[in-house]
Every structure is written in C-alpha cells, then in structure tokens.
C-alpha cells in the first residue's frame, strides 16, 4: 500500500505564508517525481511545483520566487514553502507521487488566502 498525506494548509491573509507538508509511506529515494497541484473551486487542477528524481525543480510561473519545493528523503517527506501569498493562490493543494508502479495522491488539504 502506497500512500500520501498532505498537511499544513490553513486559512492566512494576503502576504503570509504557510508550509505544506507531504508524507509518503514508502522509500522516495527513487522517486520519478513528486509534485504539488491545486485547484480552485471551478477550475481544472494545474502543477504549481514539480521535484524530480535528481533534485531539479519546476515552478508554475505565478508562484516563481514565492514558493519553493524540497524533500527531506530521511522523512520520505516532500515540503511546498509558500511565502507572499496572493489570494490567487486560494484552494485545494494535492501531492502527488510518481513512483515506477504508478501515480499516488494525497487527499488535499486547503489553502484560503485573504485579502
């Protein structure tokens, strides 16, 4: 059994930040990739930030130089560092891991932004 656990999400006011974590049940050392995903009420949901097997990052342009994505391989857990937040950035956030045996998702957690 292959499982991902997203916390830390909250409601915040326009400028702060928050620190979403994803927890993983097996070994990520070997991961293809572990990505965070949002989607707004209505709308499809989109990559916001991409951590590769080698350590390489992608970004959603909006969210370039306010977020960042890590990995603590230790902890099997991956971590999204959202500073300056926009009410933009409102909505569910998702990890998802990408293993060999297929695709893993988290349940959500939820991110309000305020203005």
């Known amino acids: 059994q292959v499982q991902v656990v997203e916390s830390g999400g909250g409601a915040v006011q326009a400028g702060g930040s928050l620190r979403l974590s994803c927890a993983a049940s097996?070994?990520?050392?070997?991961?293809?990739?572990m990505g965070w995903y949002r989607q707004a009420p209505g709308k499809q949901r989109e990559l916001v930030a991409l951590?590769?097997?080698?350590?390489?990052?992608n970004y959603k342009d909006s969210v370039k130089g306010r977020f960042t994505i890590s990995r603590d391989n230790a902890k099997n857990t991956v971590y999204l560092q959202m500073n300056s937040l926009k009410p933009e950035d409102t909505g569910d956030y998702y990890c998802?891991?990408?293993?060999?045996?297929?695709?893993?998702w988290g349940q959500g957690t939820q991110v309000t932004v305020s203005s």
């Open positions: 097996v070994n990520i050392f070997s991961m293809n990739s």
């Open positions: 951590i590769t097997r080698g350590g390489g990052t």
């Open positions: 998802r891991l990408a293993l060999v045996s297929g695709l893993y």
